[in-house]
């Protein structure tokens, strides 16, 4: 399984952004899939988390301003930022939990990861 991100970029603060992460391959199902972010000298911290069934979770720096969805047929899960800070600025990650099978025809359980996106936020 590979996971796929994009739509960052450079926007002013108050400014908004759609970020998207695709995850393809010999998928069986996705579970829980998220959104992470890590500013340059601080760890990689939780910005929003979904369910397959649609349950969110946020950190509170982002409550009110951004909005995580997703789309389970195309394995698709998306955060929208709006009322951006300068301090949301990082590269953000997202992940999932997925269900795959091998070549071998085992079913595998990971969690993977995209390749990072740098959102840029400027004053």
């Known amino acids: 399984v590979q996971l796929q991100a994009s739509g960052g970029g450079l926007v002013q603060a108050g400014g908004f952004m759609r970020l998207s992460c695709a995850a393809s391959g010999s998928i069986i199902r996705i579970d829980a899939m998220g959104w992470y972010r890590q500013a340059p000298g601080k760890q990689r911290e939780l910005v929003a988390a979904i369910t397959r069934n649609g349950n969110t979770n946020y950190a509170d720096s982002v409550k009110g301003r951004f909005t995580i969805s997703r789309d389970n047929a195309e394995n698709t899960v998306y955060l929208q930022t709006n009322s951006l800070k300068p301090e949301d600025t990082a590269v953000y990650y997202c992940?999932?939990?997925?269900?795959?099978?091998?070549?071998?025809?085992?079913?595998?359980?990971?969690?993977?990861w995209g390749q990072g996106t740098q959102v840029t936020v400027s004053t």
């Open positions: 992940n999932a939990e997925s269900l795959s099978s091998s070549p071998g025809g085992e079913i595998v359980a990971e969690i993977k």
